[in-house]
């Protein structure tokens, strides 16, 4: 037996003034907590802004802006007791910054790994590993926007052993409902993904390990909660069956022995 988690997907709103973003961030984070949330999952550039969209030179930002509005983030989490998963670029010295995002209060931040053709060549520099964050008694995982059409950072994860996937985006396109439920049903995990308020096709909510939306939020700022319970009855067979029977089948050696 374990203790469930209760998480909550945030639709936020961007907008250019990062101050603005700060301050909208902290007021949706306490209503999540309200809600009885541990960790709160905002969209891709939530507090920052969106290269292409909010940002279109990375002139424009005021990194030390930026810095003391993840500080008052981070301050603000720590008091309601919860984890902030935020969206937001990351500074290096002398390169492109990383496409992150931040678990405040904790120092853990996952940068993004695989960039389109126009972030790598105009944008970001690229991450390098997967990070996996532990709430509770539960291991999320960490992806960010177009890695969603790489199902082999969901099956990474899956062998990392991580319950659910937090997947913050500005938009999920065409087929992205699609891919997100795939995602969950094929590696039997929970995903959660978050898009802004004011992205074209807002699609945020949280996505059950038998591929079922279990929550979503409604059009503008909106927030979507779900309790992630792995001794819930109806997620028996993908938990407790479906799960360990398809790792072990990716392993191959089931099948080696029966030659």
């Not at 961030?25 to 907590?33: D, H, M, Y």
């Not at 292409?52 to 003391?68: C, E, F, G, R």
């Not at 699609?178 to 699609?203: E, I, K, Q």
């Not at 979503?216 to 779900?226: E, F, L, N, P, T």
Request: charged share 20%.
């Amino acid at each position: 037996m374990s203790a469930p988690v209760r998480i909550a997907v945030v639709q936020s709103r961007i907008e250019r003034d990062i101050s603005a973003n700060g301050a909208h961030i902290r007021a949706l984070l306490e209503t999540a907590a309200a809600k009885g949330a541990s960790l709160a999952l905002f969209p891709e550039g939530a507090l920052s802004g969106y290269c292409k969209a909010q940002i279109t030179d990375w002139t424009q930002v005021d990194w030390p802006l930026l810095s003391a509005e993840l500080a008052a983030v981070k301050k603000s989490a720590r008091a309601l007791g919860i984890v902030a998963v935020v969206g937001a670029a990351h500074p290096i010295a002398d390169r492109r910054p990383h496409n992150s995002v931040y678990a405040l209060p904790s120092a853990l931040r996952y940068d993004k790994r695989y960039l389109s053709n126009t972030e790598i060549n105009d944008w970001f520099t690229p991450g390098i590993e997967p990070k996996v964050l532990c709430v509770g008694d539960y291991a999320f995982g960490l992806t960010i926007c177009i890695e969603v059409h790489f199902p082999e950072l969901y099956m990474a994860y899956e062998a990392l052993g991580v319950d659910c996937i937090l997947h913050a985006t500005y938009g999920v396109g065409p087929v992205g409902d699609v891919l997100l439920r795939s995602h969950a049903a094929v590696n039997c995990v929970w995903m959660a993904v978050a898009t802004p308020a004011n992205a074209d096709s807002p699609a945020s909510g949280i996505i059950s390990p038998d591929g079922e939306w279990l929550a979503r939020c409604q059009q503008g700022v909106d927030i979507a909660v779900a309790t992630l319970d792995r001794d819930d009855p109806d997620f028996d067979i993908a938990l407790n069956r479906a799960r360990p029977w398809r790792r072990r089948a990716r392993q191959g050696q089931i099948y080696r022995d029966a030659l």
